[in-house]
């Protein structure tokens, strides 16, 4: 029985890849605009569910990792001139480095510290982002060129679709990969008991550091992606507000459950664009959503069993 | 000016902002002493305080004037309105999840916050709203230092409210329920106390608090915004930490201390007014670093 619903969930799951893959052969550049926009969630509320899901820790400042990796790429392909894909190992190296500083020291806080920390620290690097010359200040760095694919300029929105796809695609493996791993089981062991998981011999401030970083990667590369496409940059793309819409996207969903993540950040992206009309009372309707969900259904809109 | 006029112009400055930290701080370490909530919609119920002496004060300043006796009633008013708020907060949204993991109700405040300033926005429109008040500009000249009557005025209410408040705390006997049930809910529940009101009450003060805060700073800075409580709220957590959270005085003394340093912090060479917050929020982080416990905080043994 249960085996059949799994060959079940696979064959949605491999129709639902198909569907997405030839997307781009039906649809406008809207919808494909939209598409890349979810896949570029997925993306980042899977990043972020590393670090809230699997291992519990409140991060208010997730977009200051996507501000690094942004900024990151966008620094050096203006100003040094570097080709795009090559920018892509220093927006990791400095998303990671970024989760080393904000992770290192603050990790033996107690958990409503840190999220208060995060979300000083976020705003700390949107803060410097804004005041520094070589980030162009407030009004940004603009002028970001198209990266080159095998010859062809990335300019479109297709090519954008796929990119986001396909880091999504890998984003979702790599999370699928992390969750059974050693390093995934030890950083829920630490979620539901720190102190048995220390006394299991789970050095706790490694594994939650680890979380900081991969989370940040996740985040770095979103970043330097989102750079080139918008091909424009500023300090308030990444305000206190972008990293609520993320955490909402990994809190709709389902903490810590990969499939209920991806449906969150769907959810994120494609609410506003259905229900056109709420227009500013998008973020309202979030907030009141987010209650409801808190108080009646804290798992999630998707738990990881059903029943 | 000399730089002894600086300094005690920024001696003032320091003092009027801290004592807004002050107030708002008051609402955070309150709440947390007794039930370890960091309650993120604090500084969103200041924000909300703002707006409420704003509707009253417009309803009232018909009758009672722009001045301070329209100013005084108004306040009064919204301070009793958003404490009741603050309850009606604490009943629907944390009262359910006093027995849920940290991390959810950390979460479900956050939201409550997200709903009060969303939906300010959305009936503002995202605008700055003026205050309908009219003081002038009057003051008392020390030298080159001047400060305006609203300013003293300011300064004596919330040292007013907060001499209420320790009066209310240690005198009374809800005050004393209160510090009871931050030591030992349990044997408070066995004493007799009834829990579940002297929190609602708990609530009900921060609040009432907070937007005497959020009225004052509209009557201060002229206008307010829907966006004024997060970083207040930032700001006054870190004047609660600094004076040690849980810590009553702390608070009032953490308010004052964050006050004068940001002050004192933009006539630094290095720190100019835009970095003003980065100062801030590093003094967050150094200061959870290496004294979590703050100024006047007790150390705190987690048990297992």
Request: charged share 10%; with cysteine; proline share 3%.
């Amino acid at each position: 029985m249960l085996a059949k619903n799994k060959i079940k969930l696979n064959n949605i799951y491999a129709l639902l890849v198909v569907v997405v893959l030839a997307m781009p052969l039906v649809a406008n550049n809207y919808v494909l605009n939209t598409f890349s926009d979810v896949w570029f969630y997925v993306i980042v509320c899977l990043g972020l569910n590393i670090v809230v899901g699997y291992a519990g820790l409140l991060d208010l400042g997730y977009a200051a990792f996507f501000a690094v990796g942004a900024y990151t790429t966008a620094i050096l392909t203006t100003t040094f001139g570097m080709n795009f894909w090559l920018t892509i190992p220093f927006a990791m190296l400095f998303a990671a480095l970024s989760g080393v500083i904000i992770g290192g020291p603050t990790l033996r806080l107690r958990s409503d510290y840190l999220a208060i920390v995060t979300l000083g620290f976020g705003e700390i690097v949107r803060l410097t982002a804004r005041n520094l010359d070589i980030t162009g200040g407030s009004s940004g760095i603009y002028g970001i060129e198209r990266p080159f694919f095998f010859g062809i300029e990335m300019n479109g929105n297709i090519h954008f679709y796929y990119a986001f796809l396909l880091l999504a695609f890998l984003a979702i493996f790599v999370s699928y990969r992390l969750q059974y791993s050693r390093l995934g089981r030890a950083w829920q062991y630490v979620r539901e008991d720190e102190d048995a998981a220390e006394a299991m011999g789970i050095n706790r401030v490694r594994v939650k550091l680890s979380a900081y970083v991969i989370g940040a990667v996740f985040g770095g590369v979103a970043g330097s992606f989102f750079a080139v496409k918008m091909t424009a940059i500023s300090p308030e793309t990444f305000m206190f507000t972008q990293s609520i819409l993320i955490l909402l996207g990994v809190v709709i969903g389902g903490m810590g459950k990969i499939p209920g993540v991806v449906c969150g950040a769907f959810i994120l992206v494609l609410f506003p664009e259905i229900f056109r009309f709420v227009g500013d009372m998008r973020l309202l309707a979030f907030a009141v959503i987010m209650l409801i969900i808190m108080l009646k259904r804290p798992q999630g809109l998707w738990p990881s069993r059903l029943g | 000016m000399s730089t002894l006029d600086i300094f005690l112009q920024q001696l003032a400055n320091g003092l009027i902002l801290g004592s807004f930290y002050s107030m708002v701080a008051l609402g955070y370490t309150m709440v947390y002493g007794i039930i370890k909530l960091l309650n993120f919609a604090h500084g969103d119920i200041y924000m909300v305080g703002g707006f409420v002496g704003l509707i009253t004060l417009s309803l009232l300043s018909p009758f009672l004037g722009a001045g301070w006796a329209g100013i005084l009633v108004a306040m009064i008013i919204s301070m009793i309105l958003v404490g009741l708020l603050g309850v009606l907060i604490q009943r629907i949204a944390y009262v359910p999840m006093l027995s849920a993991p940290r991390l959810s109700i950390l979460i479900t405040a956050l939201a409550v916050s997200m709903v009060l300033y969303n939906f300010v926005m959305s009936m503002t429109s995202g605008e700055y709203k003026a205050f309908p008040v009219d003081l002038g500009y009057d003051g008392l000249e020390f030298g080159n230092v001047f400060i305006t009557y609203t300013q003293i005025i300011l300064v004596s209410s919330t040292a007013t409210l907060m001499l209420i408040l320790h009066f209310f705390i240690s005198k009374t006997m809800y005050g004393k329920a209160m510090r009871a049930i931050a030591i030992d809910q349990d044997a408070c529940r066995l004493m007799g106390i009834n829990v579940k009101t002297i929190i609602a009450m708990t609530f009900f003060v921060g609040s009432a608090l907070a937007c005497a805060a959020g009225v004052m700073a509209g009557v201060y800075y002229g206008s307010i915004h829907f966006f004024m409580g997060f970083l207040i709220g930032l700001k006054a957590f870190t004047a609660a930490v600094i004076g040690g959270i849980g810590s009553i005085p702390g608070a009032v003394l953490g308010g004052l201390i964050l006050g004068l340093l940001e002050s004192f912090g933009t006539q630094l060479p290095f720190i100019g007014s835009e970095w003003k917050d980065v100062f801030a929020f590093g003094i967050l982080i150094i200061l959870l670093l290496f004294k979590p416990t703050g100024l006047l905080g007790k150390t705190e043994i987690e048990r297992m």
